[in-house]
């Protein structure tokens, strides 16, 4: 790909030193490093294998809560949650007393590294398989940004590309499937090769980490079929840098059978109605999860009980934090005016949710399987070419997923003498 600029952006803080090849940025969402590990253990990513024994891979911090709408924000602006404003997929809006889905660029507090990119010359494309991403992923992007689920339906004018399905050579995938993240990657390599991008966010879905666990065949297949696209970024000479937002496990009892615990039921049992829960994980996909995560937040409407209230959650079985607002904002990295009175973090094996009756589990596909929570915190990252020695150290402290952009483009160049 000729003609790629190499000029300098900064963006939130940090600058950015871009190198003269195509850089991608994947969000592998839900993916769990034990999906990576059983998928190379089975032969099935050797271009990831590739990837990894020429570059770069290790373990990294998401944020919380470990949800999607979250963690892609601050994957594009490089920021926690406290800064970029992003707090959850649907929180309560005191302003205006009611609960609203997260998906508005308007929520957004932080310029993105993408718009930056694209003002500083490279062509930006974002590929999202979640329409509900977009908005906020294509903030004062001057660029391509369409999703998977919307593909039949992009416009020049409204999306930066027309007839995205004949440039991929695929028809629009239901968002339920495998093919809606497939079809993101094709994308990516379609719009690279076509000379359409040189600076692109690939944003996948987590139906098949929801629906299958790592060593399935159905989570293998998956996981294949990715690493030939992965392929074919390489020979285009892509730099890739691969993470993912959150991680996934189980959420299920001995028997099978969903392990929640309903915390308003439970807070009403004990204390009397004056509690509102919000689970942050509720988004328009109910198939995937069925609104229920590992991570909740409350708004006590007497303040006098909130000590009361939280030391009593703390002692109960499968809760493993629970912090008032100070605390919580503190140690979690959320912006106070949009949170609760408490924050409540549970068990590996257990969601949290409202009431029974707010939660439909006739709709999921198969087990639960979930996120949200400080099991699904820590997720993989993976650079396709080697880090210089300033990088390297900083893999060996606390890197976040969110600084795989700055890892991408900073840390694959050889640094200046001094």
């Known amino acids: 790909m000729n003609n790629i600029s190499t000029l300098p952006f900064s963006v939130n803080g940090k600058t950015y030193n871009p190198p003269a090849q195509p850089v991608v940025v994947i969000c592998m969402d839900g993916s769990a490093d034990e999906y990576l590990n059983s998928a190379m253990a089975h032969e099935r990513m050797p271009n990831l294998k590739k990837m990894v024994a020429q570059g770069y891979r290790g373990v990294v911090r998401g944020a919380l809560p470990s949800f999607t709408n979250v963690n892609n924000t601050s994957i594009v602006t490089g920021l926690s949650p406290a800064e970029h404003g992003i707090c959850g997929n649907y929180f309560y809006n005191a302003d205006n007393n ?8 308007a929520y957004l507090r932080a310029d993105t590294l993408l718009a930056a990119a694209a003002s500083a010359g490279r062509k930006v494309a974002v590929v999202t398989a979640k329409e509900k991403l977009r908005d906020i992923l294509s903030y004062k992007l ?17 999306h930066g590309i027309e007839n995205a399905e004949q440039l991929v050579g695929y028809k ?3 968002i339920y499937s495998a093919e809606a993240s497939l079809f993101v990657l094709r994308a990516g390599v379609a719009l690279i090769a076509n000379g359409m991008a040189d600076f692109l966010y ?3 879905t987590d139906y098949m980490q929801h629906t299958y666990a790592p060593d399935t065949e159905q989570s293998l297949a998956f996981y294949q079929a990715q690493d030939v696209e992965l392929g ?6 892509a730099i890739i840098a691969a993470t993912a937002d959150h991680g996934m496990n189980a959420k299920v009892k001995a028997d099978g059978s969903p392990n929640v615990l309903f915390i308003e039921t439970m807070l009403t049992a004990k204390f009397g109605s004056d509690f509102r829960v919000i689970c942050p994980i509720t988004d328009p996909y109910v198939k995937h999860h069925g609104a229920l995560g590992s991570y909740a937040v409350i708004y006590v409407d007497d303040k006098s009980k909130i000590t009361e209230v939280r030391n009593w959650l703390a002692l109960q079985k499968g809760i493993t934090e629970a912090y008032d607002k100070e605390a ?5 990295e959320q912006p106070a005016d949009r949170t609760g009175d408490l924050f409540v973090l549970s068990a590996r094996d257990v969601v949290v949710g409202k009431t029974a009756a707010h939660h439909d589990l006739t709709a999921l596909d198969g087990t639960l399987r979930s996120h949200g929570g400080r099991y699904e915190e820590m997720v993989p990252m993976v650079i396709s070419h080697p880090l210089n020695a300033v990088y390297k150290m900083k893999a060996q402290g606390d890197p976040r997923n969110f600084d795989i952009f700055d890892f991408a483009i900073n840390g694959t160049h050889a640094e200046k003498p001094l």
Request: glycine share 8%; net charge positive; aromatic share 2%.
């Open 142 to 158: 001057s660029g391509i940004a369409f999703s998977a689920e919307k593909a039949n339906q992009t416009k020049q004018d409204t």
């Open 232 to 237: 074919k970024m390489l020979k285009l000479g």
């Open 328 to 332: 919580g904002c503190r140690i979690l």
């Open 98 to 105: 009611e609960e609203v889905m997260m998906n508005s660029s």
């Open 172 to 174: 629009t995938p239901a």
């Open 202 to 204: 690939l944003s996948l």
